[in-house]
């Protein structure tokens, strides 16, 4: 099994920047692949960045150019850097692992407002 503990949701302005933090523990070594994914009110789940355990990185379209997503394999965690945030980028952001199994985080809320 596969733990995710996540970190870094807030409030911020438009323009601003947060960093999420997703730490993994447990089965470690069956992970394959990690990302981020967020949900808006009235809207489905969405991919936000996506990495392999090889370095292959996506990106939804939205966010190119603004988000990074970045792995620390030595800390078992996997980082989303947001800049230039905007309002419609408010949602409740999920970490998840693929391993064999799909695993999630609980999720941490995100909201970008003046």
């Known amino acids: 099994q596969v733990q995710l503990v996540e970190s870094g949701g807030g409030l911020v302005q438009p323009g601003g920047s947060l960093r999420l933090s997703c730490a993994a523990s447990?089965?470690?070594?069956?992970?394959?692949?990690m990302g981020w994914y967020r949900q808006a009110p009235g809207k489905q789940r969405e991919l936000v960045a996506h990495?392999?355990?090889?370095?292959?990185?996506t990106y939804a379209d939205s966010v190119k150019g603004r988000f990074t997503i970045s792995r620390d394999n030595a800390k078992n965690t996997v980082y989303l850097e947001m800049n230039s945030l905007k309002p419609e980028d408010t949602a409740v952001y999920y970490c998840?692992?693929?391993?064999?199994?799909?695993?999630w985080g609980q999720g941490t809320q995100v909201t970008v407002s003046s």
């Open positions: 998840n692992a693929m391993g064999g199994k799909i695993f």
């Open positions: 447990g089965s470690i070594f069956s992970i394959t692949a």
């Open positions: 990495i392999t355990s090889g370095g292959r990185i």
